[in-house]
T-cell receptor, first 116, second 108 residues
């Protein structure tokens, strides 16, 4: 099946710093990627849709200035958590549809962010 | 927006017992997808259902899509310890909205 990678897998940072998370589709092109956030033992919450060549679409309640998304190419989307605070600590997962109108989603392995 | 409700939130069974998780929506769904997330892992695609009344099987797993395309279920027959994890349903074309997930734990 299609492979999506995410980097880094784990990051610990100090409060006030910015953290960049990369999501790559390794063997297919993705004009659209999705970013999710997952709290412990909770479901995946869609944060935003990353669109290659245009602005990301954010879900209601997600601060676009806080979570910057850049879809630099057909295989790379980045999520930057700006001025991170402890409440931003979470598991961030990206996904990419592998083709078709009703696409299955291929998920990256996730990035666990801990803000001290 | 589209919402799917999933129950139960947790299920603990003895190994060998059956397990079922249900997803329900107030609106007609174009499709429904099922994912499994092992503890510490990421969601992995299991199956997609598109047709009304569709039933698909994968070994001990049986997936159903309701006639009205508003509900779906995942049934595992004779659970094994490898079935442990959280099962999520997701609905929507491209942009998936997930149910709350059902966390399955198994007593060996």
């Amino acid at each position: 099946g299609a492979v999506v990678s995410q980097h880094p897998s784990r990051v610990i940072c100090k409060s006030g710093t910015s953290v960049k998370i990369e999501c790559r589709s390794l063997d297919f092109q993705a004009t659209t990627m999705f970013w999710y956030r997952q709290f412990p033992k909770k479901s995946l919450m869609l944060m935003a849709t990353s669109n290659e060549g245009s602005k990301a679409t954010y879900e209601q309640g997600v601060e676009k200035d806080k979570f910057l998304i850049n879809h630099a190419s057909l295989t790379l989307s980045t999520l930057t958590v700006t001025s991170a605070h402890p409440e931003d600590s979470s598991f961030y997962i990206c996904s990419a549809p592998a083709g078709g109108m009703t696409d299955t989603q291929y998920f990256g392995p996730g990035t666990r962010l801990t803000v001290l | 927006g589209q919402q799917v409700m999933q129950i139960p939130q947790y299920q603990h069974v003895q190994e060998g017992e059956d397990f079922t998780t249900y997803c329900n929506s107030s609106t007609t769904l174009s499709n429904i997808q099922w994912y499994k997330q092992r503890p510490g892992g990421h969601p992995v695609f299991l199956i997609q259902l598109v047709k009304s009344g569709e039933v698909k099987k994968q070994k001990r797993l049986t997936f159903q899509f309701g006639e009205a395309k508003k509900n779906s279920s995942l049934h595992i027959t004779a659970t094994q310890t490898t079935d442990v994890g959280t099962y999520f349903c997701g609905a929507g074309a491209q942009k998936l909205v997930f149910g709350q997930g059902t966390r399955l734990t198994i007593n060996p």
